[in-house]
């Protein structure tokens, strides 16, 4: 009996001692998988977003100038015109060189009895509106007129030619204040025709359309 108690017990001294020294513990349980999808990002690994373009930008970048006028009128009947088109004309005032028309003159006459003559025979060629125009020097400077449309001021210029004079056309400027029209032109919206724009008896010719100028320019 004794020796039969001495096996039981030595049997659970072996079974208590590979359980909690020798066999391998059970393996902890696996770690849940991380749901499908996007992780967590960092900062820095993120991909920029493109810079969304405001307005206010995209207007800048269409903006046109229109001008310049040397009569206020014409400056706002363009502004209507461009109203008409559903658009918002800002007019502006500043200092610059009008072109006035092609001038039709006789220069270097000698003296004022040298320009009456030449004047006289004008007239007598049917040219009735030449004039001498006045003059510091000595020499005269005679107009045979000044004319918005070139054909017309070469027809002068054939006139005077014809009677045996020596006539010329140059450009007639001045400097003063003129006024710009401002406006934003963004894509499918357009300006009307330039022929539209122009004042009425044809006072402006030479319409310019530029990029607006920078605030700080």
């Known amino acids: 009996m004794r020796i039969a108690f001495a096996l039981l017990l030595l049997a659970n001294i072996a079974w208590y001692g590979w359980t909690h020294w020798v066999a391998p513990p059970d393996e902890a349980p696996a770690t849940a998988a991380a749901p499908a999808g996007r992780g967590l990002q960092l900062a820095r690994e993120a991909t920029p977003s493109k810079p ?26 363009a502004s209507t015109l461009l109203r008409e088109n559903e658009l918002e004309p800002r007019q502006r005032a500043g200092e610059g060189v009008v072109w006035k028309g092609y001038w039709v003159t006789i220069e270097g ?95 402006i010719l030479r319409l310019e359309v530029k990029p607006c100028e920078s605030p700080g320019g």
């Open 52 to 77: 969304t373009v405001t307005a206010a930008a995209q207007a800048a970048n269409h903006c046109l100038s229109l001008g310049p006028f040397n009569d206020l009128t014409d400056a706002a009947r």
């Open 109 to 203: 006459v000698p003296d004022r009895a040298a320009a009456n003559a030449v004047i006289e025979r004008l007239r007598r060629a049917g040219v009735a509106d030449a004039y001498a125009m006045p003059a510091d020097g000595k020499e005269v400077t005679i107009s045979l007129g000044l004319f918005s449309e070139r054909q017309r001021a070469l027809r002068r210029l054939d006139d005077a030619k014809a009677v045996g004079l020596a006539p010329r056309i140059v450009d007639r400027e001045r400097t003063g204040t003129v006024y710009w029209i401002d406006v934003d032109v963004v894509p499918p919206a357009e300006l009307p025709d330039a022929a539209r724009l122009q004042g009425e008896g044809g006072r």
